[in-house]
Nanobody, 115 residues
Framework: QVQLVESGGGLVQGGGSLRLSCAAS????????MRWFRQAPGKEREFVAA???????AYADSVKGRFTISRDKFKNTVDLQMNSLKVEDTAVYYC?????????WGQGTQVTVSS
């Protein structure tokens, strides 16, 4: 089992920045991919960014150039630096971990961007 705890959400004005953090605990030796997803009201959960243990990183087109994912494999944390935030970035952001034993989700953290 892997437990994920997100932090860092909040209210920010459009154009501002926020940094989300996700800390993994439990069977972290089996961690492979750590990802961020988000879900806006009335919409499906969507992929935001991913970091593979080997170093590969991927982003959704909607956040490229604005968001940066960073991972500390020793601390078992993954952060999401979000710059130039837009109203359409408003959502609950979820941390996700892919391991050899399954898929795990955090409880989510709310990000609200005001106009």
């Amino acid at each position: 089992q892997v437990q994920l705890v997100e932090s860092g959400g909040g209210l920010v004005q459009g154009g501002g920045s926020l940094r989300l953090s996700c800390a993994a605990s439990g069977r972290t030796a089996s961690l492979d991919i750590m990802r961020w997803f988000r879900q806006a009201p009335g919409k499906e959960r969507e992929f935001v960014a991913a970091s593979w243990t080997g170093g590969t990183i991927a982003y959704a087109d909607s956040v490229k150039g604005r968001f940066t994912i960073s991972r500390d494999k020793f601390k078992n944390t993954v952060d999401l630096q979000m710059n130039s935030l837009k109203v359409e970035d408003t959502a609950v952001y979820y941390c996700n971990a892919v391991t050899s034993s399954g898929l795990y989700w955090g409880q989510g953290t709310q990000v609200t961007v005001s106009s």
